[in-house]
């Protein structure tokens, strides 16, 4: 999804969706699948800056500034755990989804259903 002041990122990330249809088209034959897991706000240390300045702002909880932070873009309000990508990952490289290839697969709490 496209956000203001941040064209470069959103520029990589776009490119990052072309290559995987490019390349999944390229490899399908061969049985090799190329997905992009494409997540929302997730639990990680990057984040770590916006969330204590929005707890300052708002003079609340962590929890509270989460919320606030997240529901902005992400309806669901709260931040997606790291296990929860991992295990999508593990789930796209399984049996079960042999013939998943191409896709942009949202991890993102409803983010893009906009």
Known sequence: MASVDKSAYVAAKHGVVGFTREVALETAGQGITVNAICPGWTDTPIIAPQIEARQQRLGSSREEAIRHLVSEKQPDGGLIPP????????????????????????????????
């Open 83 to 114: 296990a929860h990508v991992a295990e999508l990952a593990l789930f796209l490289g399984g049996e079960s989804a042999r013939h998943i290839t191409g896709t942009a697969m949202p991890i993102d709490g409803g983010w893009t259903c906009v």
